[in-house]
């Protein structure tokens, strides 16, 4: 069966996307210091190729922009959060081929 992100926004193909990023979080201090990229590309290769997916929330920016600079790219419509109905998700993929380890 599907994640729910997959069935809510009606776009993807969710066997594509086996791996998910997901819930990731840094304190305040340990922002903008780029940690969240350098966690991000070591925890990458462990997909060793195969397609990912992220959902964030639509207000989240910051992380939108970071999804965009590893190659993730927004799928489908945002739908509504089922733990916060007024925040909006956004399900974002990464191809297989461009999730292929770098080193």
């Excluded at 304190?27 to 903008?32: A, G, N, T």
């Excluded at 991000?40 to 190729?49: C, D, R």
Aim: charged share 25%; net charge neutral.
């Amino acid at each position: 069966m599907a994640p729910r992100c997959f069935r809510k926004q009606r776009a993807a193909r969710p066997r594509q996307y086996p791996y998910e990023l997901g819930w990731i979080y840094l304190q305040e201090k340990h922002r903008k210091k780029g940690q969240m990229t350098r966690l991000i590309e070591e925890v990458m290769p462990l997909a060793k190729g195969a397609g990912m997916f992220a959902t964030t929330r639509s207000a989240n920016t910051i992380m939108q922009e970071m999804l965009a600079q590893l190659d993730f790219q927004a799928d489908g419509e945002a739908y509504p959060s089922t733990l916060q109905p007024e925040e909006t998700l956004q399900l974002f993929l990464l191809n297989a081929q461009e999730a292929e380890p770098t080193g």
